[in-house]
């Protein structure tokens, strides 16, 4: 990286030209840039912009303020007996492992019923491990937090613009028992297919629009979670890699993400300190000079400071507040449409 020690107001960084890349390495508020670069590329909310109330699970949330819907993998064993029978013309298909399967669940909020056929951007969550076997995880399940309720306080303050919300939750607990084992051949193709059919004649998926977030344990598999949905044939628009394992082996399919995918990764070292943090920069500053983003598409390394409770589920609601608006407005990136006519 050149000019590794000189840093900038992180409000003065500029996005990366073909040429240039440009790394966050201060907590959020300075950039580390290459000289030269340019073009405009989404600038975060400051760091300390995030709400420091209490997580949703420390006292009685609101009722949420839309329709959550629930749905089986296509692959899910058939119930019934007519189920059964019209399964068998697709008997030719090879079933798909339990491990691999998950059950879905999206939100829409009522700002995205308004209009069932205009396409929408679409937030997709994958949850870390889940050893309690807690089911719908950040998706109204568990404590530590819910992306439906951050995802539709943005839109209700009119930061981002009426999206969907969906998450898989692993049908198998051994598929998300281990961090990097968890999520195996994660197929984002499928779930957005899935996903699309449940919310037929409610709302319409934007796949111009996608947006991965893989936290913890969804974002450690090499082979799974959030490297996997980055080799989908959906082109993925952004992905927000969220406090992870931090190992080298998966920086490489990072930046090898397709030229229009803006990549952000997140970290805390409050409670999560022993990880490969430098050898997964330098892996992924190699690989990002290898493979180029297009002007204005990010590749940004950024280390934040939570200062809610509980730091590795605080970097949720902070990095989905700092960077949902910036990525989801109209010049998120120069040759990449962000916001449906």
Known sequence: MTAAGRRAPRATARGPAPATRAFALAAGLAAVSSPGAVGAQPKPAPAAA??????????????????????????????????????????????????????????VHRLAAADPARPLPILVFLHGTNEARIEHRWMGGGREGDVRRIAAQLMEAGQIPPMLVAA????????????????????????????????????????????????????????????????????????LVIDTCMDADIALPLARSRPTT??????????????????????????VEA????????????????????PHDAMVPLVLRRWLPP???????????????
């Open 262 to 287: 803006h990549v952000v990764v997140s970290w805390q070292t409050m409670t999560w300190a022993k990880r490969p943090i430098a050898d997964f920069r330098r892996a992924f500053q190699r690989g």
């Open 50 to 107: 995030a709400p420091q109330a209490s997580t949703p699970a420390a006292s009685a949330p609101a009722q949420l303020d839309g329709a959550t819907y629930d749905y089986e993998h296509p692959s899910a064993p058939a119930s019934g007996a007519a189920e059964q029978g019209a399964a068998r013309a697709e008997d030719a298909a090879p079933p798909v492992p339990p491990e691999r399967r998950w059950r879905g669940r999206a939100f």
């Open 168 to 239: 898989p939750s692993a049908v198998l607990p051994a598929a998300v028992a281990v961090a990097r084992t968890s999520w195996p051949a994660f197929d984002l193709d499928v779930f957005l297919d899935a996903t699309a059919a449940r919310l037929r004649g409610v709302a319409t998926l934007d796949r111009a629009r996608v947006v991965v977030a893989g936290h913890s344990g969804g974002g450690c598999n090499k082979a799974g979670g959030i490297a996997a949905a980055l080799s989908a044939s959906t082109p993925v628009h952004a992905a």
């Open 291 to 310: 493979h180029p983003a297009a002007p204005g598409v990010l590749r940004e390394l950024e280390p934040l400071v939570p200062t809610d409770p509980m």
């Open 327 to 341: 990525l989801l407005s109209p010049d998120a990136a120069p040759s990449v449409p962000c916001v449906s006519p």
